[in-house]
């Protein structure tokens, strides 16, 4: 009889693992994947440092079509796809680490705005097939959903890059979806990056000595926020500019002043270097004022005339704050001059007396214009009663001697007759906050809104109309009139309504938000 033997349960085979060589190919993959994706990332946002044709960038072209040439050899396509805060390089998606995720972010808005879900390479490209693929896609500032791609690719075509496309928008989720949560995005960040330039300057005034160079370091980074802002959101900066608090009037103004002073500057196609040397021109111009007693910054009453002759000392205690904590070299220069010279006219009286009969500089100019309308349009403590925007700008064409033409010029068509916050009473009966200008070529003084009917005297409810659409051409704008009559705070209505959209069965929603200070 045969002995008896133990029988075992069957177990599955065991995988085999794959090579190293393969293991190796595919860490690889994974590796150049996520690089390149970073890379494409920094090239969106250095391209708002340089210009896309500057010589600077020809070490990041070439790095980035060395890497996608790498994918595209062993892949036989490379395509770059995102939607939201999701990126895939080809199948594989790249979660990015925590230094690169705002700028992965920035990029996928970017494309989001020119309704892009992405790129796709399918032969060997140059470093000049790269930068080219680049200015086509920032050449649109905004696109839609369905015109984008096809916008896009006809330039591609027209420059002779075959090859290369850029892909419709994603559907990893849903656009309606897409849309809000990178609208509530810009939102928070404008909202951040205004607050904290509101923080940090109060904190420079309230520092009896010199400021730490941490204060410093911290105001210059977000005045390269704040330019990025002004230039790809102007809108929405113009609405958390028109936040008001009276005893909180110096520092505001600082902040206003940049914010007023960057649309000049994009409007007069200012290189980036250049706009941000003048937002910390602006941003500083008054930091002279804390050298002085607290009842002239924010009088109770009305000054008499040794207390203005007082007041009018600002500019000259600006540059010796400016000395005091930039250097001469570089911007420091720019800084001091646009301090001492910004309340000085073209033409006519002004203070500080001009030393000599030269130019004014040009940041001089620009902080002009932006200094006058701000003060017209804020409410201070024994300052008088404050201007609506449209009666600002009627004021500053009044006055156009007294600044320089093609700046004054270029700030009116910026703001236009109706500027962001104005608040107007309509032909119905109801109430409207001007959230955007008119599209290009349609009646300036029919704007987009947000409006809201008026029950007690109050408004109900705020949704989106653009008088400029033909199917709203029954209602007309009766009269601007002052928001405080009716306790609307703009600021507060223009960003809680700024995902809405012009589709009445979608737009019902209370604003709501934070007060700037308090974020």
């Given at each position: 009889m045969a002995p008896h033997r133990e029988t075992r349960p069957l177990r599955p085979p065991r995988a085999r693992k794959a090579p190293a060589s393969v293991r190796l190919l595919h860490g690889r993959l994974a590796e150049v994947s996520r690089l390149l994706a970073y890379r494409l990332a920094m090239l969106f946002k250095t391209a708002h440092v340089h210009r896309?044709?500057?010589?600077?960038?020809?070490?990041?072209?070439?790095?980035?079509?060395?890497?996608?040439?790498?994918?595209?050899?062993?892949?036989?396509?490379v395509s770059i796809q995102g939607d939201v805060d999701a990126v895939f390089v080809g199948h594989q998606r790249v979660r990015p680490e925590p230094l690169m995720f705002d700028?992965?972010?920035?990029?996928?808005?970017?494309?989001?705005?020119?309704?892009?879900?992405?790129?796709?390479?399918?032969?060997?490209?140059?470093?000049?097939?790269?930068?080219?693929?680049?200015?086509?896609?920032?050449?649109?500032?905004?696109?839609?959903?369905?015109?984008?791609?096809?916008?896009?690719?006809?330039?591609?075509?027209?420059?002779?890059?075959?090859?290369?496309?850029?892909?419709?928008?994603?559907?990893?989720v849903s656009e309606e979806e897409g849309a809000s949560s990178l609208e509530g995005d810009r939102v928070a960040s404008v909202r951040e990056t205004y607050s904290s330039l509101l923080v940090h300057i109060r904190a420079f005034h309230q520092y009896p000595g010199r400021v730490p160079d941490l204060v410093l370091e911290r105001t210059q980074a977000h005045l390269r926020r704040l330019v990025d802002d002004v230039a790809e959101q102007p809108d929405l900066v113009l609405a958390m500019a028109s936040y008001r608090s009276p005893p909180d009037y110096v520092h505001l103004h600082s902040v206003h002043m940049a914010v007023l002073s960057l649309l000049v500057g994009v409007a007069l196609d200012m290189p980036r270097r250049s706009l941000l040397d003048l937002a910390g021109a602006a941003l500083y111009a008054d930091c002279g004022m804390k050298r002085l007693p607290p009842g002239l910054v924010v009088p109770e009453e009305g000054l008499d005339e040794e207390d203005m002759a007082l007041l009018r000392t600002h500019p000259r205690e600006s540059v010796r704050e400016i000395l005091r904590h930039f250097p001469l070299a570089g911007t420091g220069r720019?800084?001091?001059?646009?301090?001492?010279?910004?309340?000085?006219?073209?033409?006519?009286?002004?203070?500080?007396?001009?030393?000599?009969?030269?130019?004014?500089?040009?940041?001089?100019?620009?902080?002009?214009?932006?200094?006058?309308?701000?003060?017209?349009?804020?409410?201070r403590p024994g300052g008088g009663t404050s201007l609506t925007p449209p009666e600002a700008v009627a004021r500053l064409a009044a006055r156009r001697e007294r600044f320089d033409p093609v700046v004054l010029q270029a700030f009116l068509d910026r703001l236009g007759p109706y500027p962001v916050g104005t608040c107007l009473l309509l032909s119905d009966g109801s109430i409207g906050v001007v959230r955007a200008s008119p599209a290009a070529g349609r009646d300036p003084l029919r704007p987009r809104l947000l409006r809201a009917a008026l029950a007690g005297g109050r408004p109900a409810e705020w949704r989106p109309l653009d008088l400029s659409s033909p199917a709203r051409a029954g209602v007309a704008v009766r009269a601007p009139v002052r928001a405080t009559l009716y306790g609307i705070e703009p600021w507060r209505v223009l960003l809680g309504g700024a995902a809405l959209d012009d589709d009445p069965a979608r737009a019902s929603q209370t604003a709501q938000s934070t007060a700037p200070e308090e974020t």
């Open positions: 896309v044709g500057n010589d600077a960038l020809r070490h990041s072209f070439r790095a980035f079509a060395e890497l996608c040439n790498e994918l595209q050899v062993s892949l036989g396509e700028n992965v972010k920035r990029m996928l808005g970017e494309l989001h705005r020119r309704g892009l879900g992405g790129l796709v390479v399918r032969r060997p490209i140059q470093h000049a097939d790269a930068r080219l693929l680049l200015q086509a896609i920032l050449r649109h500032s905004s696109l839609g959903i369905g015109e984008g791609a096809a916008r896009i690719n006809a330039d591609l075509r027209g420059a002779g890059i075959e090859g290369v496309e850029v892909l419709p928008h994603m559907t990893l720019d800084r001091l001059v646009a301090a001492f010279e910004h309340h000085v006219p073209v033409v006519g009286q002004g203070y500080p007396e001009r030393l000599e009969p030269r130019p004014l500089h040009i940041f001089s100019r620009i902080l002009a214009v932006a200094d006058a309308h701000d003060a017209f349009t804020s409410d």
